[in-house]
C-alpha cells in the first residue's frame, strides 16, 4: 500500500508564496490528490495530478510530480489568510486512497 | 451541489454506548468510506464498501462495525463506546474507479 508522508507544520506571510511537500512510497499510483481542511469541516479536493504529468497548473496552485524521486508539491502563489487550513496529500491506487498527516498552514498578515 | 451528509456535527455518550453515525451521499456512488481523524495522525481508514451490503476493513477496524443497506447511505457503529474512540469521524464517497473523494462535514465525537 502507499504510505504518504509531509511536515506537519508551515508558515508563511501574506502575500508570499507557500510550498506544501510530500513524499510517497508506492510508484505505481495513478493519481496523486491535494485536499483542504477548514477549521471545523471535512476535507475539500482542491486539485489532482495524473501520474503522467510532471505539472498542473489551477489559478494560483501549482502542483509539482517528480515520479524519480516520488515527490509532490503543492505551491500555492500570493496566499492569502483565507487559505490558512490543513492541508492534505493523497495516493490512490485502483480504489484505496492513502492520506498523509497533513500540513498546517498558518498565513501570517 | 453534490453532497455527502453526515448526521450530527457533534455528539456526546457514555462509555459502553451503542453509538450510531450516518453518511448519506446524493451522487449515487458505488464507493462509501469511514475514517477518523486525530492530530498529527492524519486520517486513519476504518472500513470502507464498494457495494450495496458489501464492507471491507481498513487499518482499524477495532471496536467498529459498518452497515450499507442501501447504496445512498453507510453507517458506522461503536458496539460499546470507549473514551480511546474520542475522535473526529469523516465519512467519504467516490465513483467507482480512480477518482477523487467527496468528504462529509465530519462528526466530532466525544466519549465520556
Known amino acids: 500500500g502507499e504510505d504518504v508522508e509531509q511536515s506537519l507544520f508551515l508558515s508563511v506571510r501574506e502575500g508570499d508564496s507557500s510550498v506544501i511537500n510530500c513524499t510517497y512510497t508506492?510508484?505505481?499510483?495513478?493519481?496523486l490528490y491535494w485536499y483542504k481542511q477548514e477549521p471545523g469541516a471535512g476535507l475539500q479536493l482542491l486539485t489532482y495530478i495524473f501520474s503522467n504529468m510532471d505539472m498542473k497548473q489551477d489559478q494560483r496552485l501549482t502542483v509539482l510530480l517528480n515520479k524519480k524521486d516520488k515527490h509532490l508539491s503543492l505551491r500555492i502563489a500570493d496566499t492569502q489568510t483565507g487559505d490558512s487550513a490543513i492541508y492534505f496529500c493523497a495516493g490512490t491506487l485502483n480504489n484505496d486512497m492513502r492520506f498523509g498527516a497533513g500540513t498546517r498552514l498558518t498565513v501570517k498578515p | 451541489d453534490v453532497k455527502v451528509t453526515q448526521s450530527s456535527r457533534y455528539l456526546v455518550k457514555r462509555t459502553g454506548e451503542k453509538v450510531f453515525l450516518e453518511c448519506v451521499q446524493d451522487m449515487d456512488h458505488e464507493n462509501m468510506f469511514w475514517y477518523r481523524q486525530d492530530p498529527g495522525l492524519g486520517l486513519r481508514l476504518i472500513y470502507f464498501?464498494?457495494?450495496?451490503?458489501?464492507?471491507e476493513k481498513g487499518d482499524i477496524p477495532e471496536g467498529y462495525s459498518v452497515s450499507r443497506e442501501k447504496k445512498e447511505r453507510f453507517s458506522l457503529i461503536l458496539e460499546s463506546a470507549s473514551t480511546n474512540q474520542t475522535s473526529m469521524y469523516l465519512c467519504?464517497?467516490?465513483?467507482?474507479?480512480?477518482?477523487?473523494?467527496?468528504f462529509g462535514s465530519g462528526t466530532r465525537l466525544t466519549v465520556v
Open positions: 464498501s464498494y457495494d450495496v451490503k458489501m464492507k
Open positions: 467519504a464517497s467516490s465513483p467507482r474507479g480512480a477518482s477523487g473523494y467527496t
Open positions: 508506492d510508484s505505481s499510483s495513478t493519481y
